[in-house]
């Protein structure tokens, strides 16, 4: 059975510093990876997609990169605002639609 | 715009008592599926549906029911059979390919009086 650990639970930083975020997951036969970003009491927004061919992917200030060999993916958002703010997930997708979830890391940036 | 609706965003239930949450989603996406959310953890899949008329059990699924009758809507029954069902429900659709990413309603926090 696929595992998604994120560790820290929760980080905080003060404004401008550089976020780092973790996700390691047990089973590297995965079909992609997403980062998903959660607001409070919200649904999730998805922030990049990496395929399993991909080492990462980009998006403004967001990068994430993916080594399959080692389960592992990282989360990069440069320059932190108050405004990113919130939880983040990763999920791996394994196979038939479905997404096996890590429990979130929620970020607080403090201005 | 196109997006995924779900309704109520607080629904509050009974002992005993059946309760439906709405997910709607005008986005011509084939698959759908129904997640719940308890603090701490991460979200677990209770059942999906990859065309009408069709769905499939989940890792949580005991206690839920569901129906796919129209490709636009997918509501989830929380029946009195689920025993402990606070939690925050989400939908969730996607494109029928593994590939695609997942497009995420509003949520339903649903709590237990």
């Avoid at chain 1, 930083?13 to 089973?27: A, Q, R």
């Avoid at chain 2, 059990?57 to 689920?82: H, M, N, W």
């Amino acid at each position: 059975k696929q595992e998604v650990t994120q560790i820290p639970a929760a980080l905080s930083v003060p404004e401008g510093e550089n976020l780092v975020l973790n996700c390691s997951f047990t089973d590297s036969a995965i079909y992609n990876l997403q980062w998903f970003r959660q607001d409070p009491g919200k649904g999730l927004t998805s922030l990049l997609l990496i395929q399993s061919s991909q080492r990462e992917q980009t998006s403004g200030r967001l990068n994430a990169s993916l080594d399959k060999s080692s389960g592992r993916s990282t989360l990069y958002i440069a320059a932190s605002q108050p405004g990113d703010s919130a939880t983040y997930l990763c999920a791996v997708n394994v196979n038939d639609y479905k997404l096996s979830f890590g429990a979130g890391t929620t970020v607080t940036v403090r201005a | 715009d196109g997006g995924i609706t779900q309704s109520p965003k607080y629904l509050f239930r009974k002992e005993g008592q059946n309760v439906t949450l709405s997910c709607e989603q005008n986005l011509n996406h084939d698959a759908m599926y129904w997640y719940r959310q308890d603090p701490g953890q991460g979200l677990r899949l209770i059942y999906y549906s990859q065309i009408v008329n069709d769905f499939q059990k989940g890792d949580i699924a005991e206690g839920y029911s569901v129906s796919r009758e129209k490709k636009e809507s997918f509501p989830l029954t929380v029946t009195s059979a689920q025993k402990n069902p606070t939690a925050f429900y989400l939908c969730a659709s996607s494109i029928a390919t593994r590939v695609e990413t997942q497009y995420f309603g509003p949520g339903t926090r649903l709590l237990v009086l």
